[in-house]
């Protein structure tokens, strides 16, 4: 063939080929958006809910809720001195909502209840001081300037201690003699309180708890980021509050320091013994008869986890609803292998099958159908807030409503709480103060999810100082062998074991 005509055909090939690869492309990235479609947008439109109206809630909350508590400032000042005030400090996931629990059984305490924010914590409640989200976060707050809170700063005043008892005041039950505080955040402020509220009317409880087993929740989310690095930058971060706290605990009149592993490990009665040495010396009543921990029941710890990970990580699971570690990029979410027993496919199987069934148009229909659902309810809790916003702020002539309903329906409330049962997160607590029992999962399984990533000064030097290790065996724990928990020499005299020998002597 002539060179022009072999020229001509071949250029109307590549055209045709280029075409067809820009087809398949299409159609490919069609189905994937239809797939994916409504899982963005439902997660958008949740962040905007949370973010925007949780904000607004809080705020308008602690607005209403910081005057006329107890009247004028004198009434005020009186009702903070009949009171004594108990501080759970701690870092996050530690066992502090543990402690919280526990001690807010006692006939004569009562812990902040229904705020409708994160965990409970009074930090979220108030104007006086930063909390941690704005000091960098969770990773962030011990390291900033104003996170560390002592005596000397200019927020100790009188006015700020009636404000603040003002913005916590209407969540406790206040004919109770024990008020109980917990908020990581105040980790590194006890000086702050102890000189806000006085040296007589405060008590600290710390509570210790092994760096990796605090931030196993980190592993779970992040995977083979934090492996990797040997979780140094957790590491330091849990060393920089627990040095803040050992320099300012000489300042302290009224502490005492436990670890998270021993405090709830042992027999019945010995548990129930340590329980009742806190509890005397805060000054509570001590008449517990009973504790239970329940540290090993699979069915209760993950099924309900579970079942939300099916959903929203389906990608993790094999095809037979086996969680898998190599399917879940490295995030010890469950062992290796879990699945609950009974096992019921048949409800996780059921939208899978019917979406497959359908064309990518008829996917997009169902995604834009549940974006639009999405969308009403959305709307429809914001109408809620406004009119609650409205009756509240007095535009209407109408008396004042309870409004906790409206906020539970805006704020999704997971702390449901019914007769002698309350929820926090993953820690389920039942009982009545004489006999309690804990379900928490086991005090060390989080051991399991660094088995196959050890931590050793080789292997970690190029994140690790040497003297990390170190230092984190002044506090009682070790990163080589990680389930050595001795009492820390950085606090020793301070410790409740001290008590518990004391009483045996």
């Given at each position: 063939l002539p060179a022009g005509i072999f020229l001509t055909m071949l250029f109307g090939v590549v055209l045709l080929l280029l075409f067809a690869v820009l087809a398949l492309f299409a159609i490919s990235g069609d189905v994937v958006d239809a797939d994916s479609a409504f899982d963005q947008q439902k997660a958008q439109h949740r962040r905007e809910l949370g973010r925007k109206n949780r904000e607004k809630l809080a705020e308008y909350i602690?607005?209403?809720?910081?005057?006329?508590?107890?009247?004028?400032?004198d009434e005020c000042v009186e009702e903070i001195h009949n009171h004594q005030f108990v501080f759970v400090l701690g870092a996050h996931h530690s066992g502090t909502t543990l402690l919280d629990l526990v001690l807010s059984k006692s006939a004569n305490a009562s812990a902040l209840t229904n705020t409708h924010v994160p965990q409970d914590e009074g930090q979220h409640l108030q104007k006086v001081y930063r909390t941690a989200s704005t000091l960098g976060g969770i990773s962030g707050y011990p390291y900033h300037r104003e996170g560390h809170l002592t005596e000397e700063s200019s927020l100790v005043t009188e006015d700020n201690l009636l404000r603040l008892y003002r913005s916590w005041a209407p969540f406790w039950d206040r004919s109770k003699q024990f008020l109980i505080e917990k908020s990581p955040r105040h980790s590194i402020m006890s000086r702050f309180f102890q000189k806000l509220f006085g040296k007589s009317r405060t008590r600290f409880v710390v509570i210790l708890r092994h760096p990796?087993?605090?931030?196993?929740?980190?592993?779970?989310?992040?995977?083979?980021?934090?492996?990797?690095?040997?979780?140094?930058?957790?590491?330091?971060?849990?060393?920089?509050?627990?040095?803040?706290?050992?320099?300012?605990?000489?300042?302290?009149?009224?502490?005492?320091?436990?670890?998270?592993?021993?405090?709830?490990?042992?027999?019945?009665?010995?548990?129930?013994?340590?329980?009742?040495?806190?509890?005397?010396?805060i000054g509570m009543d001590d008449d517990i008869l009973?504790?239970?921990v329940d540290g090993g029941d699979e069915s209760l710890k993950y099924s309900t986890t579970y079942n939300h990970m099916r959903r929203i990580h389906p990608e993790y699971f094999d095809d037979n609803g086996f969680f898998s570690w190599e399917l879940s990029h490295g995030r010890p979410i469950f062992p290796d292998g879990y699945r609950p027993d009974p096992y019921d496919a048949s409800k996780f199987d059921e939208r899978a099958d019917k979406e497959k069934k359908l064309n990518s148009s008829q996917r997009k229909r169902l995604a834009e159908t549940?974006?639009?659902?999405?969308?009403?309810?959305i709307d429809k809790k914001l109408g809620i807030y406004k009119r609650t916003t409205e009756v509240l702020a007095g535009r209407n002539n109408v008396n004042k409503p309870n409004y906790?309903?409206?906020?539970?329906?805006?704020?999704?409330?997971?702390?449901?709480?019914?007769?002698?049962?309350?929820?926090?997160?993953?820690?389920?607590?039942?009982?009545?103060?004489?006999?309690?029992?804990?379900?928490?999962?086991?005090?060390?399984?989080?051991?399991?999810?660094?088995?196959?990533?050890?931590?050793?000064?080789?292997?970690?030097?190029?994140?690790?100082?040497?003297?990390?290790?170190?230092?984190?065996?002044?506090?009682?724990?070790?990163?080589?062998?990680?389930?050595?928990?001795?009492?820390?020499?950085?606090?020793?005299?301070?410790?409740?074991?001290?008590?518990?020998?004391?009483?045996?002597?």
């Open positions: 602690r607005n209403k809720t910081s005057v006329s508590v107890c009247g004028g400032d990796l087993g605090a931030w196993n929740w980190a592993l779970k989310v992040r995977g083979e980021g934090v492996t990797n690095s040997c979780a140094s930058r957790y590491i330091r971060q849990w060393l920089k509050i627990h040095e803040i706290i050992e320099e300012d605990i000489k300042f302290l009149k009224h502490v005492k320091v436990v670890q998270y592993e021993a405090l709830i490990n042992g027999t019945a009665d010995e548990i129930a013994n340590r329980f009742r040495l806190l509890y005397d010396f009973h504790v239970e549940l974006i639009s659902k999405e969308k009403q309810s906790s309903s409206y906020i539970r329906q805006l704020t999704h409330q997971r702390h449901r709480r019914k007769k002698d049962r309350t929820g926090r997160g993953l820690l389920e607590y039942w009982g009545s103060h004489s006999d309690i029992a804990i379900h928490n999962g086991g005090v060390q399984d989080w051991i399991r999810s660094w088995d196959n990533h050890p931590i050793s000064f080789e292997r970690c030097r190029k994140y690790i100082d040497k003297n990390v290790f170190k230092d984190v065996e002044r506090y009682g724990y070790s990163l080589i062998d990680l389930e050595k928990v001795v009492p820390p020499p950085a606090f020793k005299g301070y410790m409740l074991e001290d008590e518990e020998e004391e009483e045996e002597r």
